[in-house]
C-alpha cells in the first residue's frame, strides 16, 4: 500500500496524473427561464409588487475589475487621487474587498471583460491598452492571476460571474481572426481547467458596436457562441450568450444558439420601452424559454415608482446596473470609471443597492441617501 501511494505520488507530481483541484462551491445553471444556484432557484419565492423575483439573477457592470493599461502614454490618466500613481493590483484588491457588500444587498451577478471597457464610460477613441490578450490571442498571466482571485471570492460568495472575451475598441489588437479563435479557445480552457462552475460567458459586449474583425460581428458572432459551447470538459461546458448596443432585440442566430438572451439599456429613456425589448426578445423566431437579462444600462431614478430597473422586473427580466463618472464628478463615482471607488459610495450606487435590497428581499441595514 505504501509503496502504491508512493508511485501515484510521484507520477502526479511528474504531471501524469491530473492533480486535484480545490472544491468549488457555487454551481449556476439553467431551468427554463430561471436561473439556478446550487440546484435552487435564485431568490427562491421572492415576489415583489406582485412580480416574481425567482429565477432572476440581479447584476452589476463592474468590468475595471482587472483593469491595466499597457499604454505608458496613456497610464498616468488612471492614478489614484491619494498617490497620484495607477496601481492595477490595488484595483482588484479593493474590488474583491467591496464584494461581500455587494451581496448582503441580494446582488448575485457581476459583469466583467478580458478586454474591460471604456474606463471613461464612453469613448470614441480608446489608445489605452487594457487587453488580457497578447496579439496573437495567447493568455496573459497577469491578468488571468487577477480573474482568478476575482473568480474565487465569488464562488466563495456563492455568486455569479458574466465574463466578457472581447470590447470593442481593444479588439484591433488581436492581429487577425486566427487570434479571436485563439482567444476565445485560450480563454474557454482557462476557465473549464480551473473547474468554475460559476462562470456564464458574454462572447462579446455589444457585438454590433465597431468591431474590426467580422467573425464578432451580428453575421457571425454566433459561431464563437457554437465554439464555446461545442469546448467541453467530460459533459461539462459553460453556458453563452452575447450582447447587442442599447435598444436592440437580438437577432434570429444568436437567440437559436444562446443559452441565455443578453440585452443592454443604454439610450433607453422610457422604462416602457425596457419591457417591450423583453417581450420582443421572447417573440423572436427560434426563441425557445431560456433567461432574459439586461446587464448594462446607464439609466436610474431609483427613487421614481417606474424607472428602468422595475419595468425590467416587471417583464420577468433579470437587470444589471451601468455606472461611471460623468464630468467633474468626484472619485467616488462611478464603477467603471477608473480608478475606481467600488465602495457603495455615492447617492446613485446607495439608490441601486437599496432598491436591489428591497425587490430581492435581502436585510441589510438601508444605506443612508
Request: hydrophobic letters at 35%.
Given at each position: ?73 496613456t497610464v498616468a490618466r488612471w492614478a489614484y ?49 487594457n487587453n488580457s490578450f497578447t496579439a496573437d ?233
Open positions: 500500500m505504501k509503496r502504491l501511494f508512493l508511485f501515484t505520488a510521484l507520477f502526479s507530481l511528474a504531471g501524469l496524473l491530473p492533480a486535484v483541484g480545490p472544491t468549488r462551491k457555487t454551481t449556476v445553471s439553467i431551468v427554463g427561464e430561471e436561473f439556478h444556484i446550487n440546484g435552487r432557484p435564485t431568490y427562491e419565492g421572492r415576489t415583489w409588487n406582485g412580480k416574481k423575483i425567482q429565477g432572476l439573477l440581479m447584476n452589476s457592470r463592474m468590468v475595471q475589475g482587472i483593469f491595466d493599461d499597457l499604454n505608458p502614454d487621487p491619494d498617490t497620484k500613481k495607477w496601481d492595477a493590483e490595488r484595483n482588484t484588491r479593493e474590488f474583491i474587498t467591496a464584494m461581500p457588500e455587494w451581496r448582503r444587498h441580494g446582488l448575485l451577478a457581476i459583469t466583467l471583460n478580458f478586454q474591460g471597457g471604456s474606463p471613461q464610460g464612453y469613448s470614441r477613441e480608446q489608445p489605452w491598452e490571442g495567447s493568455l496573459r498571466p497577469d491578468y488571468a492571476a487577477r480573474l482568478e482571485r476575482v473568480i474565487n471570492r465569488a464562488d466563495e460568495l456563492g455568486m455569479v460571474i458574466i465574463l466578457g472575451y472581447f470590447y470593442f475598441g481593444q479588439d484591433e489588437r488581436l492581429k487577425d481572426e486566427a487570434a479571436v479563435l485563439r482567444a476565445t479557445d485560450e480563454a474557454t480552457q482557462w476557465l473549464l481547467d480551473h473547474g468554475w462552475r460559476n462562470v456564464i460567458v458574454e462572447v462579446n459586449n455589444e457585438c454590433n458596436v465597431r468591431y474590426d474583425h467580422a467573425i464578432l460581428k451580428p453575421e457571425r458572432v454566433h459561431e464563437l457562441v457554437e465554439r464555446v459551447k461545442n469546448t467541453k470538459r467530460g459533459d461539462r461546458r459553460l453556458l453563452v450568450s452575447t450582447s447587442y448596443g442599447g435598444n436592440t432585440v437580438p437577432k434570429d442566430n444568436v437567440v437559436r444558439a444562446s443559452d441565455f438572451l443578453l440585452l443592454h439599456g443604454n439610450g433607453v429613456t422610457r422604462p416602457e420601452r425596457i419591457a417591450e425589448l423583453v417581450r420582443l426578445t421572447r417573440a423572436m423566431s427560434g426563441h425557445s424559454p431560456k433567461p432574459i437579462l439586461y446587464n448594462e444600462d446607464d439609466h436610474f431614478n431609483f427613487e421614481q415608482p417606474k424607472n428602468n430597473f422595475t419595468a425590467a422586473v416587471g417583464a420577468y427580466g433579470s437587470w444589471g446596473y451601468f455606472d461611471y463618472r460623468m464630468q467633474d464628478e468626484g472619485f467616488d463615482e462611478g464603477y467603471q470609471s477608473v480608478p475606481v471607488n467600488w465602495g457603495i459610495s455615492s447617492s446613485r450606487k446607495r439608490g441601486f443597492f437599496n432598491l436591489l435590497a428591497e425587490v430581492t428581499g435581502a436585510k441589510p441595514e438601508a444605506i443612508r441617501k
